[in-house]
C-alpha cells in the first residue's frame, strides 16, 4: 500500500459549481447522445481498419480535441495521434481564407490516415486538409467529423464517418467555440453570433 501513497489524489475542498449557468447555450445535442454516438462510430471505424495496422488519427485544433480525445480511447485498433491546426475564420463567425497554422510532426507516408474533425460546415477547411495530407503520400486518407452542417456545402468534398447532421446554426461545446467561448461546455449547444 505505502508504494503508492504518492499517486494518492490531492484533496482539494472546493464547492463545486455547474461550469453550466443560466446563460448557457440552448442545448442541441445532450452529453449523454453525443457519448452513445462516439461509441457507434469508434466501434465502425475499428471494424473497417480492423486488419490495416494502427490507424494515424490527425486532430484539427482546436476544435476536435475533445472529440478526438474521446474517439481515440474508444478504438479497439492500434492508432497513434497527431494534430494539424489551420485558422479558416477570425474570433467569430465570419469565413476566411484556409491557412495552415501547425503541420502532423510524424511521418505518415504509406501509413492509412483519417482526419478527425469537429464540423464541417462550407467544406473549404476538409478538403484543403485533404489535399494537404495527401502530399505526405500516405496509404489512403479518410475522414470523420463530429458534426455536418449539409445545407452549407460550398465545395464537394468525401466525408467518411458523421457523428450527426445539423441545420445552419452556430454550435458551441464538446471542443467547439464562438470566439474561443464555451469550448469545454459538456454538450452541443446553439448561440447566436452577433458578427
Ligand atoms: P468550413 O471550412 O466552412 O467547413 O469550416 C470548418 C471550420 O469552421 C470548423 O472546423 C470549425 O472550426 C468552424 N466552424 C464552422 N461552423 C461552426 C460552428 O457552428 N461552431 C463552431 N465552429 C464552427
Ligand atoms: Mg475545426
Known sequence: MDRFMNVLPYRIHLSRKSSVT????????????????????????????????????????????????????????????????????????????????????????????????????????????IGMLKSHKPASVRTCTLLHKAEQAEVEVDIDYIGFSIGDEWVVGYGLDYAEQNRTLPYIGCVKPTD
Open 22 to 129: 443560466d446563460t448557457a447555450p440552448k442545448e442541441l445535442i445532450a452529453e449523454n447522445v453525443i457519448r452513445e454516438r462516439v461509441t457507434e462510430l469508434a466501434a465502425k471505424i475499428s471494424e473497417d481498419y480492423a486488419d490495416s495496422g494502427e490507424l494515424v488519427l490527425v486532430g484539427v485544433l482546436k476544435g476536435a480535441f475533445i472529440f478526438l480525445a474521446d474517439l481515440s480511447r474508444e478504438l479497439t485498433i492500434p492508432r497513434s495521434i497527431e494534430f494539424i491546426a489551420v485558422s479558416s475564420y477570425g474570433t467569430g463567425s465570419k469565413s476566411g481564407a484556409v491557412r495552415l497554422v501547425l503541420d502532423v510532426r510524424g511521418d505518415i507516408a504509406g501509413r492509412h490516415v483519417l482526419i478527425v474533425e469537429d464540423i464541417v460546415d462550407t467544406g473549404h477547411t476538409l478538403k484543403y486538409l
